[in-house]
């Protein structure tokens, strides 16, 4: 019953089924919603049951804020739910969210249940006993007025039917509708059992009426609710119509409800009335009436009760044409539990002969118990092979492989249900339907991801899935499906194709008036799984705090791991420990709760963020447990992610024999998948490994075939990432000149910082790689030049001028911690402190504003360059000579004369730039002398001399560079050679300074031209 303000649920044994419920439910509370044309309310589905009460109270809270304000919601006949029902537990929680405005009645012959004591002790409601109940003498006055009878009884008669009935409506009613008053006394409202009003319904209304009736009443109450064109049907009579009306006319405890017409006889009043049938009707008239009153039932859509009489009159035939009817239907509702209701009450020896009954038992208990679900599959499958069914075959097929891929606990059983596949698409080459042929494409799909990349058939059926996907018009099966196909695009390097997935999938969830939220949390863990992999780290946090606040609000908590993993990847691969350690604990609080799959992850997280933390023993301990879960597990794919994890922990902890031993096994997978990602990911971890051990050919080798596979398939990101070794690797690749555009969109992608030196055993310092994308780099040999994000800067005025001399100057004493007091006394030595401070701090100002404000640090007083965003070929310079010096002039050759252009700060006059010019220059000019002498000895004049024209062109007043030149060539016989050496040393003298060459340049001349006349 509802009014706009009012709705009156009346609950039966079907409730029991809390989706029924909630459908039912959702249905009447759209009659009195304060706003027409919402979307419904949440769908039920099996996997809200693990969170039962956070589904409720979002349920109730979404109903009670659509209801108009007051209105009353009536829960009729409580006691026929079964007391060992959740829908207790549902109407507890509930009830506890009711809003003001909002009145609840629950009626019920029995006394609340236990489980709602607590809320009684709180004042949450209030119980109306049976003695309250009992009708006062004023109110049984007021009954009477309410009939309007002919002849009002009299104040006394009244009296006296209200002490006779004890106060008992029905009862009370009873008697005012004979007028009787000579009744016995009995305590009606005393009796547990309805013999005694059964006796008296008999006697006072069953055998009052006419034969006709009294036949119209017994089939009739077969019916818990019947329109006339019902009740005509089963009983026969052409005047259903005039006999219904007068039931209700006459108020024998006949109701009735609009708009359409429905009749329903009182509860007490209906079991007499089964009652007499049972004693009244043969067995096989009972079997016709019962029969046909489920046939009218379920066409008018009552189907728990329509249920109850084909198995009450043993019709199994029709129960099973209807279980089979309606099975699809309920399942799509999430009433899972009414059709499992249904199989329960057939006899074990029809179900387990029929393979369709065995499915629908199956699919039932998908989510909740895997084994059973799994038994019921098998079976149907065994019986549908039997018969040659082919969409039974290939239905049943799926569904044990759902169940042994859901329960994650042992993927090696999938191996034989793999191999029957190929069996049946030989015998079986057609798809009975579209739809099959998804469900099956898709779920061979999975099984083969996570158990066999390397099969022959994999990627084959990965390719269908995704055309499917594409053009398949089931939006929630493809949102089941997407995360496992964006996993797909990446282990391709596909991450184009991957962020298609997630926009269609978004364009057709938006379709959804609400996504079932098992769908919607696959999205969100798909969504995280593409933006963190692709290195979007907010974006992919964002993804995974919707989806855990999905799983909250839902209590469907089936993907938190999922979830959860995906943000700690994202959070350790940017080096958020902070991030990574909540969602661990999070994982850790329910790891007791997990699968084997849950746990192979978990243990191989905490691993990496070891690792990252350089505990190793730890690190060690964690990714150990992992693999020995993985290897039980039988997941080949989590188990080369843990072997590539331990190689680089084993290669921290210095037993590289463990390391290789890992490393081969990570090998083996990686090349026989045929999967882009994995390679890289081995490639890049064989690099480390063979450029820490030396080996430098094959470390370069392995490095250049992993950056090519990064730039073609855009790759970013991976499982076990380390910052620090990715910087070294990055660094490493710029110096051979390995894909160097790629590397450095890489770097600037992930925000890498440059190693600093050495980063590989016999390398140099991160610092001098001038490849590296620095964000300023600045150039003071032989020319002063700003460069940032790849433009020039250009300055001047003298606005711009000063904050320029101030980075000189900077450069000049150091670039690291230079104090303010001396960059003042250099910038303004005849300022005021006070007057010099201000020009300081508004010249350091304008500096960051040009330079970017990253670029220079100043803490307590101390000023420096930020090495992290600062490239200075001064630096670069002055490292490489010093290592010159130290490994006696290794040949450092191209790297020196690529940096040195001419003296430091060659247009600069001030006084504080010449020490550190001279002194540069004269440790450049004494690297290139005495790597040209130690040339010169073994023989090698041709590179001498090249070095030597190199070392003039770099620095025209390198006197010392004229005179090794021309000395070379003497040697070499070349003596009009060195006679033009001279003659250039001379002119160039002269015109840049005014002067001549030195003595000492004149007699080598001397000497030369003496030894070339004679």
């Not at 084909?310 to 209807?322: H, K, L, P, S, Y």
């Not at 994995?678 to 075939?705: H, P, S, V």
Request: with cysteine; hydrophobic share 40%; proline share 4%.
């Amino acid at each position: 019953m509802q009014g706009d303000t009012s709705l009156w649920y009346r609950l039966d044994e079907g409730d029991n089924d809390i989706g029924s419920f909630f459908y039912f439910m959702g249905l009447a509370a759209q009659k009195i919603t304060a706003v027409r044309n919402r979307p419904p309310l949440p769908f039920y589905s099996p996997e809200y049951l693990p969170s039962l009460t956070t589904f409720t109270r979002r349920y109730f809270r979404e109903l009670f804020g659509r209801v108009k304000r007051p209105s009353v919601m009536v829960f009729d006949d409580y006691h026929e739910v079964p007391a060992r029902s959740l829908f207790h537990h549902v109407i507890c929680d509930g009830i506890e969210g009711a809003a003001d405005g909002i009145s609840i009645i629950v009626i019920s012959r029995h006394n609340p249940p236990a489980l709602m004591a607590q809320p009684q002790a709180r004042g949450m409601f209030e119980i109306i006993g049976r003695d309250a109940l009992n009708l006062t003498m004023e109110e049984s006055k007021g009954i009477v007025l309410s009939h309007k009878l002919g002849k009002l009884p009299s104040e006394d008669m009244i009296r006296h039917m209200h002490k006779r009935s004890g106060g008992w409506a029905a009862g009370f009613v009873l008697l005012l509708k004979e007028g009787q008053t000579e009744i016995q006394d009995v305590d009606l409202a005393s009796m547990r059992t309805p013999e005694v009003v059964f006796d008296y319904l008999a006697g006072e209304i069953f055998n009052k009426v006419d034969s006709q009736s009294r036949d119209f009443l017994l089939k009739t109450a077969f019916l818990p609710k019947m329109t006339i064109q019902t009740a005509k049907e089963i009983t026969g009579i052409a005047d259903a119509g005039g006999i219904l009306s007068s039931l209700h006319r006459d108020n024998c405890f006949t109701e009735k409800s609009s708009p359409e017409p429905f009749y329903e006889y009182h509860t007490l009043f209906r079991e007499f009335l089964i009652s007499r049938a049972l004693k009244e009707f043969s067995t096989e008239e009972l079997f016709r009436i019962k029969q046909k009153g489920a046939i009218l039932l379920e066409s008018s859509g009552q189907a728990d009760d329509a249920m109850t009489l084909f198995i009450e009159a043993g019709d199994w035939t029709g129960a099973v044409r209807m279980i089979l009817n309606h099975a699809p239907e309920l399942i799509a509702q999430g009433r899972g539990q009414t059709l499992s209701d249904w199989l329960a009450r057939l006899p074990h020896e029809i179900t387990d002969r029929n393979p369709c009954l065995l499915y629908w038992h199956g699919l039932c208990y998908t989510l909740t118990n895997q084994s059973d679900s799994r038994a019921c599959f098998e079976k149907a499958f065994k019986l549908f092979n039997g018969i040659e069914d082919p969409a039974g075959i290939y239905l049943a097929w799926r569904g044990v492989v759902n169940t042994i891929f859901n329960a994650f606990s042992d993927f090696s059983q999938l191996d034989p249900w793999i191999a029957l596949l190929n069996k049946l698409r030989k015998k079986y080459p057609v798809f009975p339907s579209d739809d099959i042929e998804a469900r099956v494409t898709y779920t061979i799909f999975k099984a083969l991801l996570f158990r066999n990349q390397m099969h022959s058939d994999f990627h084959r059926w990965a390719e269908r899935s995704l055309q499917i996907f594409q053009r398949g018009p089931d939006a929630g099966l493809r949102m089941e499906v997407v995360f496992f196909l964006v996993f797909y695009c990446h282990l391709k390097g596909e991450f184009a194709k991957a962020s298609i997935l997630n926009q269609e999938l978004r364009e057709s969830r938006s379709s959804l008036p609400e996504a079932p939220p098992l769908s919607l949390l696959g999205c969100k863990a798909a969504e995280a799984f593409h933006h963190w992999l692709t290195g979007s780290k907010d974006m992919a946090i964002e993804a995974v705090n919707q989806g855990l606040l999905v799983s909250g609000e839902t209590g469907v908590h089936h993907l938190d791991y999922i979830l959860l993993g995906q943000g700690i990847s994202c959070a350790l691969s940017t080096g958020d420990m902070i991030t990574a350690r909540r969602f661990l604990r999070e994982m850790a609080s329910v790891l007791n709760r997990g699968t084997q799959n849950d746990r192979c992850f978990y243990y191989y997280l905490v691993a990496w963020e070891a690792m990252l933390r350089r505990d190793i023993p730890h690190a060690i301990q964690y990714a150990e447990t992992s693999l020995k879960l993985c290897e039980e597990l039988g997941a080949p794919w989590q188990e080369f992610l843990t072997r590539l994890i331990l190689t680089h922990i084993s290669h921290e902890k210095g037993d590289d024999k463990m390391a290789r031993s890992y490393l081969a096994k990570a090998r083996s997978f990686a090349r026989k998948a045929k999967s882009p990602f994995c390679e890289y990911m081995y490639l890049l971890t064989t690099t480390r490994f063979l450029l820490n051990r030396g080996d430098e050919k094959e470390g370069l080798q392995a490095l250049q075939q992993a950056m090519i596979i990064g730039r073609e398939k855009g790759l970013v990101n991976f499982w076990g990432w380390q910052s620090d070794v990715m910087s070294m690797l990055c660094a490493k690749a710029l110096d051979a000149g390995i894909e160097v555009e790629h590397v450095q969109e890489l770097i600037r992608k992930r925000k890498l910082n440059p190693p600093m030196p050495p980063f590989v055993k016999g390398g140099h310092g991160g610092i001098e790689i001038e490849r590296w994308p620095w964000p300023l780099k600045v150039y003071t040999m032989g020319r002063f030049s700003v460069v940032r994000d790849g433009e020039i800067i250009k300055y001047k005025g003298k606005t711009q001028r000063k904050p320029m001399e101030m980075l000189k100057i900077l450069i000049t004493l150091g670039g690291r911690n230079i104090k303010e007091d001396k960059m003042r006394e250099t910038l303004w030595p005849e300022a005021g402190d006070d007057s010099a401070h201000s020009a300081f701090t508004s010249t350091l100002s304008r500096l960051r504003k040009l330079i970017g404000h990253e670029s220079v640090t100043l803490s307590e007083g101390v000023l420096s360059l930020n090495p992290s965003y600062c490239w200075v070929d001064l630096w670069v310079l002055e490292r490489l000579l010093t290592e010159a010096e130290m490994s006696k002039y290794s040949p450092l050759d191209n790297k020196l004369l690529r940096l040195y252009h001419g003296p430091f700060l060659v247009e600069e006059e001030s006084a504080w730039v010449l020490p550190l010019r001279e002194r540069l220059s004269s440790k450049f000019i004494r690297y290139l002398r005495s790597r040209g002498r130690l040339l010169e000895q073994a023989g090698e004049y041709e590179q001498a001399i090249t070095l030597y024209q190199k070392g003039i062109e770099a620095d025209p007043l390198a006197e010392g560079l004229y005179r090794c030149l021309m000395a070379c060539y003497h040697a070499t016989g070349s003596h009009a050679e060195a006679a033009a050496v001279y003659r250039r040393c001379q002119k160039t003298l002269h015109a840049l300074l005014g002067i001549p060459p030195s003595p000492k340049t004149d007699s080598l001349y001397m000497k030369i031209r003496n030894n070339s006349t004679s």
